[in-house]
């Protein structure tokens, strides 16, 4: 079964601090891999996806294939960067996504 | 453009009543989706269509119908609405299938009592 977990519900980081925020999927074959992003009183919108191999406002995602993990990463968080952020494999055997549980960052000044 | 609208924002059921959430995109995309958030759940796929006039169940269709009669607009039925369809739901709109970005609609809050 096509599965994709994040297992922090709530991150919560100052100002300035390095941030990761973990997804873990679990699929077969070769998943497509995206990072959507919920800011307060705005619509869930992509932020990035894997294929693009591109940073983001700051924000990056690796691949690792061997832990089949997707983790979003920034080095210097900022108070904008709270919001909703939601993991989201797909596969191209069913040409749908999976979004995970979401995790809520937090930036404080 | 408006990008991806739902209609209502928020409604309020009986158990037992039915309704028809209306979602409207005007950029062309051939894929629609129906989506119903829960906390704690994140996001899950009730149905989508992959043109005009094709629908296919998602992860969670029973007790929804939906239907695509022109390219724009997916609607999605609740026949006899129950307190588990509880939810906020999000329509999306896509070019094409898995690699393409998804935009999303503001959402609809439904609570049936």
């Known amino acids: 079964a096509q599965r994709v977990t994040q297992p922090e519900k709530l991150l919560s980081v100052f100002k300035g601090a390095p941030v990761e925020l973990k997804c873990n999927y679990s699929?077969?074959?070769?998943?497509?891999l995206f990072w959507y992003v919920q800011y307060s009183r705005q619509r869930l919108q992509l932020l990035l996806r894997?294929?693009s191999r591109e940073s983001i406002k700051g924000f990056t995602a690796d691949l690792n294939k061997g832990e089949t993990s997707f983790h979003l990463k920034k080095p210097f968080a900022q108070e904008e960067d709270s919001a909703m952020y939601y993991c989201?494999?797909?596969?191209?055997?069913?040409?749908?996504?999976?979004f995970g549980t979401g995790t809520r960052l937090q930036v404080f000044p | 453009n408006a990008g991806v609208t739902q209609t209502p924002k928020f409604r309020v059921l009986k158990t037992g009543q039915s309704m028809t959430l209306l979602c409207a995109q005007d950029m062309n995309h051939e894929y629609m989706y129906w989506y119903r958030q829960d906390p704690g759940m994140g996001l899950r796929l009730i149905h989508y269509?992959?043109?005009?006039?094709?629908?296919a169940k998602g992860e969670v269709p029973d007790g929804y119908n939906v239907s695509r009669l022109k390219k724009q607009n997916f609607l999605l039925g609740l026949e006899s609405a129950a307190p588990s369809q509880t939810s906020v739901y999000f329509c999306?709109?896509?070019?094409?299938?898995?690699?393409?970005?998804?935009?999303f609609g503001p959402g609809t809050r439904l609570t049936v009592t």
């Open positions: 269509s992959v043109g005009e006039g094709t629908t």
């Open positions: 699929y077969s074959g070769s998943p497509e």
């Open positions: 894997h294929i």
């Open positions: 999306a709109s896509s070019p094409g299938g898995l690699s393409y970005e998804q935009y």
């Open positions: 989201a494999p797909g596969s191209y055997n069913t040409d749908k996504l999976i």
